[in-house]
């Protein structure tokens, strides 16, 4: 089935916002690199603002689904997949086209906490500790909350070291660390 053109719009506006941020990307930008009219872009979104949310909502959906994804395809028992997140986080990393998070380029932009976008931001991330506390639930750690808030912390300071190229192996280090946290949580 053929995407509609919101669907259309949104895809190619996500790869250019990803590239060049937010607020650098006028509608103009958008409408040369999209070959979509800026009629039918405010046929669909009223606002520049409305596109970039509705572009954080399908990134939110496609990353969480990708990664998770991978994690599953893993076959791992959750203790071990606690640890492969941040093979997932390597092979991210290794795309030619990343450029970092998505979502902490949209709180760095929109530092309102009550913008539609810093709390999209947030939400994705809230998404992330959620289901990393399932998964260790499922592991039967001692204290699911807390691992799980500490594995986001490393992987999110692996996604800035990632992008900003200040470390060899930022999803290794990650690693390496998330196995210190792991093991303190079984008393091994």
Excluded at 164 to 170: E, L, S
Aim: overall charge neutral; some cysteine.
């Amino acid at each position: 089935m053929r995407p509609s053109k919101r669907d259309e719009l949104v895809r190619k506006a996500q790869a250019i916002f990803y590239r060049d941020g937010f607020h650098a990307t006028g509608m103009d930008a958008l409408v040369a690199e999209t070959g979509i009219s800026k009629t039918t872009m405010f046929k669909h979104f009223r606002t520049k603002d409305d596109l970039i949310l509705a572009v954080l909502r399908y990134r939110d959906e496609t990353f969480r689904n990708w990664f998770f994804r991978k994690l599953d395809d893993t076959a791992l028992p959750p203790r071990q997949r606690l640890l492969a997140v941040f093979d997932v986080l390597r092979e991210w990393f290794e795309e030619t086209d990343f450029k970092g998070c998505m979502f902490i380029k949209a709180s760095a932009e929109f530092q309102d906490p009550e913008s539609p976008a810093y709390i999209q931001s947030a939400e994705h991330k809230r998404l992330l500790k959620t289901a990393l506390k399932t998964l260790a639930e499922e592991a039967g750690a001692a204290d699911p909350d807390l691992l799980a808030r500490q594995l986001l912390l490393l992987k999110e300071g692996a996604i800035v070291a990632a992008h900003m190229g200040f470390d060899p192996d930022p999803a290794g280090a990650a690693k390496l660390s998330a196995e210190t946290l792991i093991a303190a949580q079984f008393g091994s």
